[in-house]
Nanobody
Framework: QVQLVESGGGLVQAGGSLTLSCAAS????????MGWYRQAPGKQREFLAA???????NYLHSVKDRFTISRDNAKNTLYLRMNNLKPEDTAVYYC?????????????WGQGTQVTVSS
């Protein structure tokens, strides 16, 4: 059974930093593209960053200078380092594991971790 467990969220002041972690189990972690998404109240879930099986990152343009995604395949763990946090970064942050079977993506999601940035 696939489990993605996010941690590291919390309350931080504007300008501060947080590192989120996503511990994966029940999947072949190294063959999944891993990603981070977030959902703010009243808004749709949005893509933030992803990292391929080969370690190539891709970011939402508006966060690429502040957020860094990384993965440790030996630990089956995904990370998101967030610097210079802003109140608009307040959201629930979700971990995603995607595996392509042919042209069909198969997604797994974590339960999310709350990040609140105070002004």
């Amino acid at each position: 059974q696939v489990q993605l467990v996010e941690s590291g969220g919390g309350l931080v002041q504007a300008g501060g930093s947080l590192t989120l972690s996503c511990a994966a189990s029940g999947i072949a972690f190294s063959v999944h593209t891993m990603g981070w998404y977030r959902q703010a109240p009243g808004k749709q879930r949005e893509f933030l960053a992803a990292i391929t099986t080969g370690g190539i990152p891709n970011y939402l343009h508006s966060v690429k200078d502040r957020f860094t995604i990384s993965r440790d395949n030996a630990k089956n763990t995904l990370y998101l380092r967030m610097n210079n946090l802003k109140p608009e970064d307040t959201a629930v942050y979700y971990c995603n594991a995607r595996r392509w079977i042919g042209t069909v993506p198969h997604d797994s999601w974590g339960q999310g971790t709350q990040v609140t940035v105070s002004s």
